[in-house]
């Protein structure tokens, strides 16, 4: 089984500050994947930003990056330069071979201020 | 590239009536997956078909069921729909089970039993 736990359930950064959403799992998989996804008002899910467990390096994607501690099983985002676009629901999800579909936290909604 | 297409858009049911959402996955991808997003709740997994197979299932009751067609595309019903069904049903694909492979959503489908 796996868990997926977001313990911040609302963030606010100033614009073009940095802000760091925090991520916590359990799996009994070896082979995982770890995702963040973004969910503006359309409810549209964009993926933001994926990492491989196997991968010691941290993911990064312009903006985006990730800080990924596999003992500590934690997997948390850092958006620098925080954009007013940047304003959404952020999910956390893990997925493995054995279940074959994500698992997701309950989310934490991020609101950038002007 | 066309992404996952879901449809209707909107969907308003009566309590008892049954529900059929539809889904077409990204060219390529063979495997469909169902989520159910409650208000105010996260993402909860409901179904996974691959090649045609359903290969997991959520904790839903049976009256929710689905399938997919030869062409990979898939369709999602529920029978005897009850007030608390009401969700964004949202439909993901992949190239495979999730295993290294990304999964993208699909827009929704907004269902209102009332």
């Known amino acids: 089984a796996q868990t997926v736990t977001q313990s911040q359930p609302e963030m606010s950064v100033q614009e073009a500050e940095t802000v760091t959403l925090s991520c916590t799992y359990d799996t009994s998989e070896s082979d995982y994947y770890l995702f963040w996804y973004k969910q503006p008002p359309s409810r549209q899910m964009i993926l933001v930003i994926r990492q491989e467990a196997y991968k010691q390096q941290n993911a990064t994607e312009n903006r985006f990056s990730v800080n990924f501690q596999k003992a500590a099983k934690s997997f948390s985002l850092k958006i620098s330069d925080s954009q007013l676009g940047d304003a959404a629901m952020y999910f956390c999800?893990?997925?493995?071979?054995?279940?074959?579909?994500?698992?997701f936290g309950q989310g934490t909604i991020l609101t950038v201020h002007p | 590239e066309a992404g996952v297409t879901q449809s209707p858009t909107h969907l308003i049911k009566t309590r008892g009536q049954q529900a059929t959402l539809r889904c077409s996955p990204i060219s390529g991808h063979t495997s469909v997956y169902w989520y159910q997003q409650a208000l105010g709740l996260g993402l909860q997994f409901l179904l996974w078909y691959d090649e045609g197979e359903e290969r997991n299932r959520g904790n839903f009751p049976p009256r929710f069921s689905g399938r997919q067609f030869p062409n990979y595309s898939s369709e999602l019903n529920v029978n005897a729909l009850e007030l608390e069904d009401s969700a964004l049903y949202l439909c993901a694909s992949s190239l495979e089970g999730v295993s290294g492979n990304t999964i993208y959503f699909g827009e929704g489908s907004w269902l209102t039993v009332v």
């Open positions: 999800a893990c997925g493995g071979t054995s279940y074959g579909k994500l698992t």
